[in-house]
């Protein structure tokens, strides 16, 4: 069971570089997500899709964008990368329901600015 | 904002007893309730989910409880194992906010041999 698939899982960036977190679910999911998680703190929401063609400003979206061109596939870009950017991102999927919204993670991955 | 938060960051405990972790929640119109376990290097994992309609909820070895007078939450693990040490988060939504999770800031489980 694939599940929730992120790359890279470790990457380094200097300042001002771009790169794209890939994320794919084979899950049949309709919502995606992007989280990052800074050392020691909760998760807090990048970017969130509903459906394909559809996407939404999470709580933290400066300085990211996402795309949602198939129900699978959900990549966040990074245009101008800042040191406050370094966290670990991690990309998830669920239903869209009503009646409860698991939602299941990825692996993460680790990205570092220099 | 509606927030959702920890009382402990970190909690020891001795293999074997059992450990209760808890979460204070700001939002009442939250309805909807899911702890997650990371381990180091992982992503978070479902553990258990409560609805409002509910005051508790038991799984394998896990128990959630739902006290919605005072807006908290419980995690309580049986017979806690090495394999238990993790850090746990709480995380909340409803409706009125598009079904969206927010989560807390995380509790260390860290269980002694």
């Known amino acids: 069971n694939a599940g929730v698939t992120q790359t890279p899982k470790f990457r380094i960036l200097k300042i001002g570089q771009s790169m794209t977190l890939q994320c794919a679910q084979d899950?049949?999911?309709?919502?995606m997500y992007w989280y990052r998680q800074d050392p020691g703190m909760g998760l807090k929401l990048i970017y969130y899709s509903v459906g394909a063609g559809i996407t939404d400003k999470g709580e933290v979206p400066n300085g990211y964008n996402v795309s949602r061109s198939t129900t699978e596939d959900f990549p966040l870009r990074l245009e101008l990368a800042a040191p406050s950017q370094t966290s670990v991102y991690f990309c998830a999927s669920s239903y869209s329901t009503l009646s409860g919204n698991t939602i299941y993670f990825g692996e993460g991955s680790w990205l570092t600015v220099v | 904002g509606e927030s959702v938060g920890l009382h402990l960051p970190t909690l020891s405990v001795q293999e074997g007893d059992n450990s209760i972790i808890n979460c204070a929640y700001s939002?009442?119109?939250?309805?909807?309730f899911i702890w997650y376990k990371q381990e180091s290097g992982k992503g978070p994992q479902f553990i258990i989910d409560i609805r409002s309609n509910m005051d508790k909820r038991q799984g394998q070895r896990v128990t959630v409880l739902l006290n919605k007078t005072v807006k908290h939450l419980s995690l309580q693990i049986a017979a806690t194992q090495p394999g238990d040490s993790a850090v746990y988060f709480c995380?909340?939504?409803?409706?009125?906010?598009?079904?969206?999770?927010?989560f807390g800031g995380g509790t260390r489980l860290m269980v002694k041999p």
């Open positions: 995380a909340e939504s409803g409706y009125n906010a598009g079904n969206m999770l927010t």
């Open positions: 939002n009442s119109a939250s309805d909807y």
């Open positions: 899950m049949n999911h309709n919502y």
